[in-house]
């Protein structure tokens, strides 16, 4: 039973660039989210999808967006790069509704030079 | 605003020595409260989750964590530590006024000492 996997694991960009992740999420779940981690610092929550549409959103500028596929599966795309974007971001899946605990991916190093 | 806070960013013990990591939490509803572990080199894993009912949950490992409402408190416990507890954990908050938002504390970096 596949965990959810996600690239690359890492990445170097430059200022202004545009950087796209992708997520697939473990087998049976339908509901992917996004988290931002600095160093030192625990996840942030960037959006969640769920039917292919953004159900939910963190306080991120619209730098930062993303969309779900039929097969559930996310990206997360990222335009005009800072330096203050270089992060370990996180995908996280589950099964939709309240009770349903999220499941993480080993994440993917954004280095911004 | 809701937000969770992890009262020690550090703690170093030696093995067999008892463990607590203070989480509270700021949120005016119904929540979900969880424990995350993330081991060196290694995904966040779930640790243990409180829903509902008992407010003393066991998680895997031997961590157990309870859950006072009053104090809105979620305190992660362990008897007697292992090198190999040696991680990172992380506490986090899902508000029933949230669909998917999880709300993370800093983290706490376990160093346990053989």
């Known amino acids: 039973d596949a965990g959810v996997t996600q690239s690359p694991t890492h990445l170097i960009k430059t200022r202004g660039q545009q950087v796209t992740l992708r997520c697939s999420p473990k087998?049976?779940?339908?509901?992917v989210s996004w988290y931002q981690q600095a160093l030192g610092q625990g996840p942030q929550f960037i959006f969640q999808y769920y039917e292919e549409e953004e159900r939910q959103r963190g306080n991120f500028p619209d730098r930062f967006s993303g969309h779900q596929f039929p097969n559930y599966s996310s990206e997360l795309n990222v335009n005009a790069l800072l330096l203050g974007d270089s992060a370990l971001y996180l995908c996280?899946?589950?099964?939709?509704?309240?009770?349903?605990?999220?499941?993480f991916g080993d994440g993917t190093r954004l280095s911004i030079l | 605003a809701q937000s969770v806070s992890q009262h020690n960013h550090h703690v170093i013990l030696s093995e067999a020595a008892s463990l607590e990591l203070g989480c509270n939490y700021s949120?005016?509803?119904?929540?979900?409260l969880f424990w995350y572990v993330q081991y060196p080199g290694q995904h966040l894993q779930l640790l243990l989750k409180?829903?509902?009912?008992?407010?003393l949950v066991k998680g895997i490992k031997g961590f157990e964590a309870e859950f006072i409402k009053s104090k809105f408190s979620f305190n992660l416990r362990k008897p007697s530590v292992q090198w190999s507890d040696t991680a990172e954990y992380f506490c986090a908050v899902h508000g029933s006024g949230n669909t998917g938002k999880l709300i993370f504390g800093q983290g706490t970096t376990l160093q346990v000492k053989p």
């Open positions: 996280a899946s589950s099964f939709t509704g309240f009770n349903q605990p999220q499941h």
């Open positions: 949120y005016g509803g119904t929540v979900n």
């Open positions: 087998s049976g779940h339908d509901t």
């Open positions: 409180y829903f509902s009912g008992d407010p």
